[in-house]
């Protein structure tokens, strides 16, 4: 498999993370050469084998639904970029 | 004093030979001598540390002492710490002061230890080297040109020139062991689900687990005893009955099959690694251990494997990290697109970058099944491997590292030969079991060797064993960098 | 050519817990901004999710409900992608293995009643909410709503108009609140609907490209939304052109869709299990007790009244629209088992209309179904009249005379004369008084007859049992 310019950049994208031409090209280089490790994996023959999501083999706990948190609003927005009247502020959501 | 186990402090503290606030005095005046050179910290407050003592004098002055009341316990810039700044050796969260406090915090707060700052890492545990820290690389203490390991690396520095007595570190491919042996201390990572990741920034979260790093054995036990146990607010905290993992420590090794896995010993290893590896296989032969050849067949494909799920998780979870709630924001932007584009460049140093891209790739749509979905395969026959190799003996050993610590700026530009360096240590990881670094003696450069030990999942009492065993007949747990109390 | 409209729903049902799905945080609505978005909820550095038990049992009891498979192990997922409201990064939802698999809702549309299948329904957590109002030309984000527990309810394309598909979307809104796990309130948005539409020609199988239209926040804009997209596709398909797979927004000012984002930049969402949360196991034991717990469903009570009290099944569904309708209707009708018929009208026509009226829910009707079995009671024995019970209703509304019907009829003197030799006195009164009206009736003029009951009714003053007064004068007439 081979990674092109244009896969950096559509990844990039997804991850909301800003790449200019010159690095697309520097990480090119260096994740093909990552991805050339991982092609390793294809080798072992997996048809049988059942995907290891956790590393222990347990079932979810459940939570009492019952209301434990209270308000903390005051103290979580002091350390945020922008605040007003109780809202995060971001630039325009456009819908 | 400095060098004092965590035992004699605790006696000196209860026999009143010191106070809480005298030794904290003492370790934050060493790490004000020395981190200037070796950069271990990220954040000392000396105001909110002795606040801790002088608490921590009163439990013992009211009898209310545990083992590790009033002791110094740096603590990992991943764990969130009411009140402290938290980086997590990223600009990301280089403003960052926590709201709440991780469960180990917690539990480190309950029994009256002291939070005597906050360790350098590498950004968001990603890194091998602790080159990748927003705030600096550390420095080795053995030999400064040399890198501490990571992601941990600010902790075993600090443990390894005994700025302070003990540490907290986080493991997701050997970041504990990793530094551990190469700064020359010992470290556990516990069986997956013991210590509660609750407060933990995330890196991987199904390979993430906490872990105490100190200069023996016996310390991390003592330091296992307060980081292990349950939390509701963990859903993949284990509940279990509680142990005393130091019950162990004096146990004669009796019947101990050692497992020596031929692949790890058939090549990679450097030649002084394997001489003091091999030494400390001939000290446990002395000690009545038999040795057996076990196989891990799947092993060498740890790191690819590795290298598609941790990037996977790590590049969901950081997603967080998008300058709306907390945390850095770029100061121009256009639109908000261009916000979170900005941030997350900006925010985030390059190998962050490159795995959020790695993991972002390898979950596309039409690459799932080919990578992520073939790499949770591949870990379960891993995991398959030790399930046969310890129908065969009760702890597996190998170096913890193929080679002594590497130059600073040597690997930084190649992330594949960095990768590498994870080899023995990613597949206890993927299978979620407890596995340990501890010194072996010292190779190339004088650089220090560690010793890896895997055990059966919940074994950590019986491998602390093992391994206090092997202290009590050797001292290169004791042996500090040279130099390092000039100051004094 | 014959168009055939093609449609399923998703539909998000807010499940009615008091803690959020992951966190401990309240669901209450209307809170001040971000004073109910806990650490978890804002997703702060660190923290991690706890599945509520209370979130997963009302799946299950839906997933009963309607028929379906309920999995065991199901599993939770990630889906990333990036917006102001969705503090993680990313939604934990379900992909492979939702809680609940299959199933089917019987719909009904004028005369013909059809199932209709359900895809899957499965857990997930609700986002944030951005508030356009201009901050300095920026939004605000309040994430109270963060975390909220939701059942996304996916039906298999079986719908073929808009009416079908506002039954379904009714006929699923009535269940949810029926088996109480979803308040059902629409403004509040804690049921809302996506429909996929698509057109094909008639008698063909091949589903034509489908859009999805969101924002249809009443059954109303839900039909007006599925007719106008039916009508955009087909002029464009019979003017040579081809559907745009792409999201769209219903704008009910304008009563139109339009375009939100095409599938060309369509997400990535890149679903994978989250490692935060362990496989959801629902023992056997679980899900009988959930069933145990289940009440009788809308279906099964609506044909019960159908059998048992011989309603006619346009009756039987009005009364089970609401659980609360139906219990109010079985329990006037326990008083009066023979006066069915009788009972659903009322509650039907005089009850709803006063509810309505009022803008109240029949659980907070001032009338009991006790109070008002006592009232019809008196109308099936012939003490009141069907004019008088309209005023003895009023007067219970308003908990007159303790609300007694009984009590009411007496202190209004509205008991009606039903004996014989009374009606028969006033009757012969009244002929002596008319005799040109006596005449002209014996002479063929049958509406002479009308004004003589009217002469008598006025006499008594309404009180006379009208039947009894037509029975005697017709005899006295012929005599």
Known sequence: MTLSVDDVKRVANLARIEINEDESKQVLAQLSGVFSLIEQMQAVDTSNIVPMSHAQDMIQRLREDVVTESDQHILFQSIAPQVEAGLYLVPKVIE | ?488 | MQWEIVIGLEIHAQLSTQSKIFSGASTAYGAQPNTQACGVDIALPGVLPVLNYGAVERAIKFGLAIGAKINSPSVFARKNYFYPDLPKGYQISQFELPVVQGGSIKIQVGNIEKAVRLTRAHLEEDAGKSLHEDFHGMSGIDLNRAGTPLLEIVSEPDLRSSAEAAAYAKALHTLVRWIGICDGNMQEGSFRCDANVSVRPRGTEKLGTRCEIKNLNSFRFLEKAIDFEARRQIEILEDGGSIRQETRLYDANRDETRTMRSKEEAHDYRYFPDPDLLPLSIPKEWIEQVKAMLPELPEARRNRYIEDYGLSSYDASVLTATRETADYFENTVKQLPAQAKLCANWIMGEVSGRLNKENIEISQCPVSPVQLAGLLARISDDTISGKSAKDVFDSMWQNEYGGSADAIIAAKGLKQISDDNEIEKLIDEVLAANPQQVADYRSGKEKAFNSLVGQVMKATKGKANPAQVNTILKKKLLE
């Not at chain 2, 941790?310 to 850095?328: H, I, K």
Request: aromatic share 8%; charged share 20%; proline share 5%.
């Open chain 2, 1 to 488: 004093m400095l060098n004092a186990s965590l035992k004699q402090l605790a006696t000196q503290l209860l026999e009143k030979k010191i106070s809480s606030v005298e030794l904290t005095e003492a370790f934050l005046k060493h790490i004000k001598s020395l981190n200037p050179e070796l950069n271990a910290f990220i954040t000392i407050n000396e105001e909110m540390s002795l606040a801790q003592a002088q608490v921590a004098d009163k439990m013992i002055a009211s009898g209310q002492a545990h083992p590790l009341t009033g002791i110094p316990v740096a603590q990992k810039d991943i764990f969130c710490a009411t009140g402290w700044l938290t980086t997590c050796g990223s600009k990301m969260l280089s403003n960052f002061v926590s709201p709440y406090d991780a469960m180990v915090i917690e539990r480190f707060n309950q029994v009256g230890a002291v939070n005597i700052g906050k360790t350098n890492m590498d950004e968001f545990a990603m890194g091998s080297s602790n080159e990748t820290s927003y705030y600096g690389p550390v420095k080795n203490p053995w030999d400064t040109l040399a890198v501490p390991g990571g992601s941990s690396g600010g902790s075993a520095c600090a443990v390894a020139a005994r700025m302070v007595p003990a540490a907290t570190g986080t493991d997701t491919g050997g970041s504990i062991r990793q530094p551990a042996a190469l700064c020359g201390i010992s470290g556990i990572k516990p069986t997956y689900g013991l210590v509660s990741r609750y407060g933990m920034i995330a890196f991987a979260s199904s390979l993430d687990q906490g872990g105490p790093m100190a200069k023996s054995a016996e310390d991390l036990a003592l330091l296992l005893n307060v980081m292990v146990g349950f939390d509701g607010r963990d859903s993949t905290s284990l509940q279990r009955e509680s142990e005393d993992y130091t019950r162990d420590l004096e146990k004669p090794l009796g019947q101990l099959r050692i497992g020596l896995p031929k692949e790890y010993f058939a090549k990679g290893m450097s030649n002084d690694v394997a001489s003091a590896v091999e030494a400390a296989i001939a000290e446990y032969r002395k000690l009545g251990a038999t040795m057996v050849e076990v196989s891990l067949p799947n092993t060498m494909l740890s790191i690819p494997v590795y290298y598609v799920l941790a990037p996977a998780e790590a590049s969901s979870n950081l997603s967080r990290f998008d300058g709306v709630r907390y945390g850095y924001r770029a100061s121009r932007y256009t639109d908000l697109e261009d916000m979170y584009k900005k941030t997350r460049a900006e925010g985030f140093g390059a190998e962050v970058k490159r795995r959020i891209l790695i993991g972002t790739y390898v979950l596309s749509h039409g690459y799932y099944d080919a990578y992520y979905l073939q790499a949770q395969k591949l870990r379960r026959l891993i995991a398959r491997d030790f399930t046969e190799a310890f129908k065969q003996c009760d702890v597996i050993m190998g170096p913890t590292s193929p080679a002594v610590a590497f130059n600073l700026g040597e690997r930084s530009n190649d992330p594949l030969q960095m990768y590498l360096s994870d080899i023995y240590t990613i597949a206890a990881n993927l299978a979620g079991l407890p596995a340990m670094s501890i010194p072996v003696g010292f190779g190339g450069k004088n650089r220090p060797v560690g010793l890896h030990i895997v055990g059966n999942y919940f074994k950590e009492a019986r491998m602390l064993n093992i391994a206090h065993q092997y202290q009590q007949v050797t001292d290169w747990h004791l042996r500090a960098p040279a130099g390092l109390f000039e100051a004094k």
